[in-house]
């Protein structure tokens, strides 16, 4: 398995738990915003970390 692929994965995978936390948890508005920023900054430091960006 490539690196190239196991990042497609992860972030499918990613965007299918942060699509089912949207649609079917009652949570507030306001914490499903946090939840997800506190996400896409996660991501992005991980997708930085993972290429080198990143020390």
């Known amino acids: 398995m490539t690196p190239l692929f196991n990042v497609i994965v992860t972030l499918i ?3 299918i738990i942060l699509y089912l936390i949207n ?6 508005g306001t914490i499903k915003s946090i939840l997800n ?8 430091l991980w997708l930085l970390r993972s290429f080198g960006m990143l020390g």
């Open 23 to 28: 649609n079917y948890m009652p949570i507030d």
């Open 37 to 44: 920023i506190v996400v896409v900054i996660a991501v992005i």
């Open 13 to 15: 995978v990613v965007g």
